[in-house]
């Protein structure tokens, strides 16, 4: 019998003691999710505990006794089942609790998550509405934080040149005070724990102010603050700002469930700023798509009369030659052709300039040339203009210019031609025109060469000046109609002034001037090298002196107006001309007697075959004149790689349409047989 009753007392004693730890651990779980617990508690330690603490000393007492009694009675068998049966009782009361707690707890859970998903729910609908973003963000800041239970709640954007984050948007109560207006921003240094905190573990969580002692972030301790959890926010893997919660009256203890609730509403407001900013890029975009639209609308529109201009002055003054018996008038109308035709030319020119621009194909030829002489071709150019309107014209060059420099002499004398005709077309008559050139510094193998181009006309704004190299547009909308041209002049100079390594920059006031300023990069010749432009210009000079009649040339030409062009430029030459109407002709022309040509002047686009697939041909021949022929193309494409194409197909050159004597010439002279002996002999 006291083997039983001391069983019985111990079993008891385990079930105890199980149900103690069991209930305890339960009620540590309880404790760390239930801020409200406090009298729950109170209770479960008062009678619970109690009763356990109860029971477990009454079975020590009554192992104790049994121990020592030599006999056991039948009232303690009977003390003894009531503390066995107590502590069954009380075990299963202690798991009767812990489901009770169980369920309390799923229930506050399952509320805490339906509040979570109202409050979710509500910030995403706010921004479903149609109103500014400027409205809705601070709507969404209200039911956050007042679900929150905070103070203040706010949206900073992060500035990465300043390295501050300033407030945007907000919400506060009647405790709170306003962050906007410059007041709240706060620097960013990387010895600030509460950014690096953020940065690292995806949050800031100051639970009392008195934990920040860095003097950057004075401002918590000038409004008061005593809490505050921040919440990144980062856009496509890019930090943007932060989602902050304050509170200004008492500290606040930021529990996982807030924190965790704080990421959702940052990564909702993360949604809705991408989704604005991709919208606002969107606008921005269609704005400036709308612009270029109507920039391109108005150039159209000046192409179209800039076109039909010198046409008009074509078509009209070649009816009036037509008409006309006087020689004198005759000729006078053949001037008026010629300035039209030239106009008109470069009015082409441009155009296919800014299409190799916008394909950025446009690329530099460099070679030697004299800069002195370049400089003289180019006033003689402007010069019948200047004379025109009586300017005055000064030029400066310094003296210790190099003779002979390296860069490409037609794309400088564009820049050049051009800024000297804008200054000669807006500076009135009796005005002066000034050009200087200056060398800034010499290095090894190079120099930086300055321009200047000044005159006294009638001056550009400071709002005009912001149009002045964009393509399409023209610092005023008038100018065209008063002074004509495409707008596309100085968009294209600026583009080979950058090319060639240097830029190019205006200084102005209206009614004073203008003054075009421009550097470029030159390359020095380490040895003596020829200047390649007074060979051009030789030849310039030699197409009307020229005896070309000991030179035989094929010409293969579909147009036959161009074979008329072509037949009268070269009479008074000499040369000996066969022509070909077409590829398959000028082939047959070719092999029925290669040696029979010196040089073959070949158009690309002829019916049949085209010029590259007749010159690969004739390469093939087998006949040694077929090997060393020049050919040189004769066609209106004159895009680097257009030209590039002509000489991988076997041609040794290129002319552009239209044609110009000068440079066919030039061709004779260079390609001729006494040209190629005396470079055999060299």
């Not at 992060?158 to 984050?165: A, D, F, Q, V």
């Not at 181009?453 to 912001?466: N, P």
Request: glycine share 8%.
């Amino acid at each position: 019998m006291q083997i039983v009753c001391i069983l019985l007392v111990a079993v008891g004693a385990g079930i105890m003691t199980y149900s103690i730890l069991k209930f305890y651990k339960a009620l540590k779980e309880l404790k760390t999710q239930m801020k409200t617990g406090k009298l729950l508690d109170s209770w479960i330690s008062g009678v619970c505990l109690g009763m356990m603490i109860f029971f477990l000393i009454g079975y020590a007492a009554n192992i104790v006794i049994y121990s020592f009694k030599s006999t056991i009675t039948s009232q303690d068998m009977l003390i003894a089942l009531i503390f066995f049966f107590g502590a069954i009782f009380v075990f299963v009361m202690v798991g009767m609790v812990r489901r009770m707690f169980s369920s309390m707890m799923d229930k506050m859970d399952l509320k805490k998550r339906l509040r979570q998903e109202e409050l979710m729910s509500a910030i995403s609908k706010c921004f479903t509405a149609t109103e500014d973003i400027k409205i809705l963000i601070p709507k969404a800041l209200k039911i956050s934080g007042e679900h929150m239970g905070v103070n203040h709640a706010f949206l900073s954007k992060y500035s990465g040149e300043s390295n501050t984050l300033e407030c945007l948007y907000e919400w506060y109560d009647e405790k709170a005070c306003s962050f906007i207006n410059g007041k709240g921003k706060w620097p960013i240094t990387q010895d600030m724990q509460i950014f690096n905190d953020m940065f690292t573990k995806g949050y800031a969580a100051v639970e009392d102010y008195s934990q920040l002692i860095h003097p950057n972030f004075k401002i918590v301790k000038d409004y008061n603050i005593r809490a505050f959890l921040n919440i990144p926010i980062e856009i496509s893997g890019k930090f943007w700002g932060i989602l902050g919660f304050i509170f200004y009256d008492s500290p606040a203890e930021w529990s996982e469930s807030n924190i965790h609730l704080g990421k959702l509403i940052a990564g909702i407001f993360s949604g809705v700023i991408k989704r604005n900013m991709a919208e606002e890029e969107l606008i921005l975009a269609k704005e400036i798509a709308e612009q270029a639209s109507r920039s391109k609308g108005n150039f159209l529109s000046r192409m179209s009369h800039e076109m039909r201009t010198p046409m008009n002055a074509v078509i009209g003054m070649t009816r009036i030659g037509l008409s006309s018996h006087d020689l004198q008038r005759k000729d006078y109308c053949l001037g008026k052709i010629e300035l039209a035709s030239t106009h008109l030319l470069g009015v082409i020119n441009d155009v296919l300039d800014m299409s190799k621009i916008e394909a950025n194909k446009l690329e530099l030829s460099c070679s030697g040339f004299s800069l002195e002489k370049m400089l003289s071709r180019v006033i003689n150019v402007v010069n019948f203009q200047i004379e025109e309107k009586q300017l005055h014209l000064t030029l400066s060059v310094d003296s210790d210019i190099p003779e002979i420099i390296i860069s490409d002499e037609q794309r400088l004398s564009q820049v050049l031609t051009n800024l000297l005709g804008n200054a000669i077309k807006f500076t009135p008559h009796g005005g002066t025109v000034f050009l200087f050139v200056h060398k800034l510094r010499e290095e090894e193998g190079a120099c930086t060469l300055q321009f200047e181009i000044k005159d006294t006309g009638i001056g550009i704004s400071a709002e005009q000046m912001q149009k002045l190299f964009s393509p399409f547009e023209q610092a005023d909308g008038s100018i065209s109609r008063r002074y004509g041209g495409t707008g596309l002049g100085l968009v294209i100079s600026k583009q080979i002034v950058e090319l060639m390594k240097g830029e190019i920059r205006v200084n102005s006031a209206v009614g004073v001037g203008t003054s075009f300023i421009f550097d470029i990069c030159a390359g020095l010749p380490q040895d003596p090298v020829q200047d390649t432009s007074s060979m051009a210009g030789d030849a310039a000079g030699a197409s009307e002196r020229q005896d070309f009649s000991h030179v035989k040339i094929l010409v293969a030409e579909d147009i036959e107006i161009n074979r008329e062009i072509m037949e009268a430029l070269l009479e008074p030459t000499g040369v000996s001309i066969d022509f070909a109407v077409d590829g398959s002709t000028a082939y047959e022309q070719f092999s029925a007697d290669p040696s029979a040509y010196d040089i073959v002047f070949m158009d690309i686009h002829m019916p049949k075959i085209n010029g590259y697939e007749v010159t690969k041909m004739i390469r093939r021949l087998e006949h040694p004149s077929a090997k060393t022929v020049p050919i040189i193309a004769m066609t209106a494409d004159v895009f680097r790689e257009d030209i590039e194409k002509c000489i991988k197909a076997g041609m040794n050159d290129h002319v552009g349409k239209p044609l110009d004597i000068d440079k066919i010439t030039e061709k004779l002279i260079q390609y001729s047989p006494q040209a190629c002996a005396s470079h055999d002999l060299a």
